[in-house]
């Protein structure tokens, strides 16, 4: 696979030597090197071309997905893959995106691939990539460039119930701790500061003792908040730059939360086992179908059950028994084992993607229900105390009525 390289060199001139500053497009800088070389010159720096972060243009879902679906209808009128991707960049209106999707035609123009010309518009993420390279090493673009709209679709669906669950966790916290904070910080100093009117010691310790109790109580609760926001920031931070090794501290402590960990585990198998089953169905060979699998993951448990297929598989195993783990339920090796064809396989493959990723939903719907459950009890807690208090100067002032009545 060949990239852009930007180089610096020198080459010799009538006074001195005249710096170049020239573009490349080979493997590797060592075969960089060698050009230089070969023009007589000296290389003073090479870096990889990329385009700066701010620079790049948005290419959302739906643009993708259309992206991809325009290359498959030209390659079905029978145009090659690489004339079908320069069709599709050509006939694309807008300036922005015409100058981001220019590095692909640059590709095409001098010899690069289908694939290469795709990889260098930096468009697309790792999992849609590796499906797409798997196409082109099987000879079966077209099929694969299918599977990836259908995987970007569905992921896409369920990243939205994610992040919806997710948004709604998050209000559900927020207002509870901000209840909590308030109490803290507003309800019980003014308590405090107000007292109580009655002049009964009996009362006045009553009313005290009910104050330094809510104190006590709204403090736990604050740490009870401190501590998930450190427990999740951890786990956040963990999956966000470990993710892909199979052991790390958020995979651990995810670990010790069974519904959590559940939760995670469906979701990641579902899309992967989507990827495969719908790679098996456009003609690729299992093997390849697993290798896309590993490179599409990005948690580390389900990278290493496939790591662990791809290394049965190339040492000689059947898919059924290349396939069992304890990760796995009964019921879905026993529907791997029954297969007979490729076609079966990706029967059963899918049908396994989709109870994994309804399993997944089911999940969230109970983690997002025991959050709000949470939220409402710790609300109560909290506002609770203030009621305690509330009620303790009520009483020391109805018995500062009655003496006063009673005098």
Do not use: C
């Not at 070389?37 to 739906?62: C, D, H, M």
């Not at 002049?199 to 740490?223: C, M, Q, R």
């Not at 496939?306 to 290349?322: E, F, L, S, Y």
């Amino acid at each position: 696979m060949s990239i852009f390289f930007t180089v610096t060199y020198m080459i010799p001139a009538k006074k001195g030597f005249r710096k170049i500053v020239q573009d490349f497009f080979l493997p590797d800088a060592l075969s960089v090197r060698r050009e230089i070389r070969r023009l007589g010159g000296t290389v003073v720096s090479i870096n990889p071309r990329k385009q700066k972060w701010y620079n790049r243009e948005f290419f959302g879902r739906a643009y993708k997905v259309g992206f991809l679906r325009s290359v498959s209808f030209q390659m079905g009128a029978g145009i090659s893959p690489g004339r079908s991707l320069a069709l599709v960049i050509q006939g694309e209106t807008n300036p922005s995106k015409r100058r981001s999707l220019e590095p692909a035609m640059e590709v095409l123009n001098r010899g690069g691939s289908f694939l290469e010309a795709i990889q260098a518009i930096e468009m697309f993420d790792r999992g849609t990539l590796a499906i797409l390279s798997a196409g082109e090493i099987v000879g079966s673009i077209r099929e694969v460039i299918n599977s990836a709209i259908e995987n970007m679709e569905d992921r896409g669906k369920t990243w939205k119930i994610l992040v919806a669950a997710v948004g709604w966790l998050w209000f559900d916290i927020s207002t509870g701790l901000s209840a909590v904070v308030g109490v803290q910080w507003t309800a019980l100093p003014w308590l405090r500061e107000n007292g109580i009117s009655s002049k009964n010691p009996v009362e006045v310790e009553k009313f005290n003792h009910a104050l330094d109790v809510a104190y006590i109580i709204n403090s736990t609760l604050l740490g009870v908040a401190v501590i998930v926001i450190i427990f999740f920031a951890i786990v956040s931070f963990s999956y966000l730059f470990f993710g892909r090794r199979e052991k790390h501290i958020g995979s651990i402590l995810l670990g010790k939360i069974g519904f959590l960990h559940r939760l995670m585990a469906n979701t990641g198998f579902g899309e992967t086992f989507y990827v495969v089953g719908r790679m098996l169905k456009g003609h690729v060979q299992f093997s390849e179908a697993v290798k896309v699998a590993i490179d599409s993951s990005g948690l580390g448990e389900i990278r290493s059950y496939w790591q662990g297929v791809h290394d049965r598989i190339k040492r000689g195993d059947t898919i059924d028994h290349a396939m069992r783990s304890d990760r796995l339920g009964r019921a879905e090796m026993l529907q791997i084992s029954a297969h007979q064809n490729s076609e079966q396989l990706a029967k059963v493959i899918l049908n396994i993607a989709a109870e994994r990723t309804e399993a997944a939903r089911r999940n969230l719907r109970k983690v997002v229900s025991g959050a709000v459950v949470a939220t409402i009890l710790y609300t109560v807690a909290s506002v609770g105390n203030v009621i305690y208090v509330v009620a303790a100067q009520g009483s020391g002032l109805n018995a500062s009525m009655g003496s006063m009545s009673g005098g």
